[in-house]
C-alpha cells in the first residue's frame, strides 16, 4: 500500500513540488492527484491517479474522455470527472484568451498550441479557420469542412467567404489527421497554395496552415511551404 503523502519526503509531495519547482516539475501522475485532491478509504489519490493513467492513459487519452464516462472509472464519480474536464476546458480557453490579445505576434507556437487542443482528439479530419484582425488578433475560429481534405476548389472559397464576413485581415488555418501523422500529404500543400491564392484575391493574407498529428503539430509557414507545391 502506499504511504500517506505525510511520510514522504517535502520536495515529493506534489503540492509542495508544484510550489517548490514549479507545475512542469510534476508528472502526469501528481498533477491528476492534485486536481483530484483526495482519495477513497483504503486508496491513496496518488494510487488512483496512478492506476487510471495506467488503464485509461496516456493523460491526453484520459482527458479527452466526456465527464459522463470519466465519472464511471474506479476512483473518480462525477464531481471529479468534471474537475478534469473543467482544467481542460480552462487550457483551451486560456489559449484562445492569449490569441484575443494578440499573442501571435510574440508567440508563434500559441496558434499551433491552440490548434492542437481544439484538433486532435477529433476522430474524423477536420478543417478549421483562425480568422485574425489587422494586429493578429482572433476574431473568431471556425470549423468550416470535415472529412477528406482535398483540393476540390470549394475550400478556398469558403474560407474567403468567411474571411470576409468576419472582415478578417489575417487567416490561420489547420487541419488533423487522425492516422496521427502530423507529415502534411501532397494535397494539404496543393489546398495550402490554392488558399493562399483565394485569399489574396479579396485582401486577406493565409498567415500558416497547421497540420495536427499525435506529435507536435507541423507548420507549413515554417517550413517555407506557403506558395509553393
Not at 19 to 25: C, E, F, H
Not at 91 to 119: I, N
Not at 132 to 141: C, E, V
Amino acid at each position: 500500500m502506499m504511504p500517506n503523502v505525510s511520510d514522504w519526503p517535502t520536495y515529493e509531495r506534489p503540492r509542495e513540488k508544484l510550489i517548490a519547482r514549479g507545475p512542469a516539475a510534476l508528472t502526469d501522475t501528481q498533477l491528476v492527484a492534485l486536481l483530484l485532491m483526495t482519495g477513497q478509504k483504503g486508496r491513496h489519490v496518488m494510487e488512483i491517479a496512478r492506476e487510471l493513467l495506467e488503464a485509461h492513459g496516456p493523460l491526453r487519452r484520459l482527458l479527452d474522455m466526456p465527464a459522463k464516462d470519466l465519472s464511471k472509472l474506479p476512483g473518480l464519480g462525477m464531481a471529479k470527472a468534471c474537475m478534469l474536464v473543467a482544467s481542460l476546458e480552462l487550457a483551451r480557453r486560456h489559449l484562445s484568451a492569449k490569441l484575443a490579445q494578440g499573442e501571435l505576434l510574440s508567440d508563434p507556437l500559441a496558434a499551433q498550441c491552440y490548434f492542437k487542443q481544439r484538433l486532435r482528439s477529433r476522430p474524423v479530419e477536420v478543417f478549421a479557420a483562425l480568422f485574425l484582425d489587422n494586429r493578429h488578433r482572433m476574431l473568431a475560429f471556425e470549423e468550416l469542412f470535415s472529412g477528406t481534405i482535398d483540393a476540390s476548389g470549394v475550400y478556398p472559397r469558403e474560407v474567403a467567404r468567411h474571411a470576409l464576413l468576419h472582415n478578417a485581415a489575417a487567416v490561420i488555418v489547420g487541419h488533423n489527421h487522425p492516422s496521427g501523422h502530423a507529415e502534411p500529404s501532397a494535397a494539404d500543400r496543393h489546398v495550402t497554395v490554392e488558399l493562399k491564392a483565394a485569399l489574396e484575391l479579396v485582401g486577406v493574407r493565409l498567415l500558416d496552415h497547421i497540420v495536427v498529428g499525435e506529435g507536435e503539430p507541423v507548420s507549413m509557414a515554417e517550413r517555407g511551404w506557403l506558395g509553393r507545391v
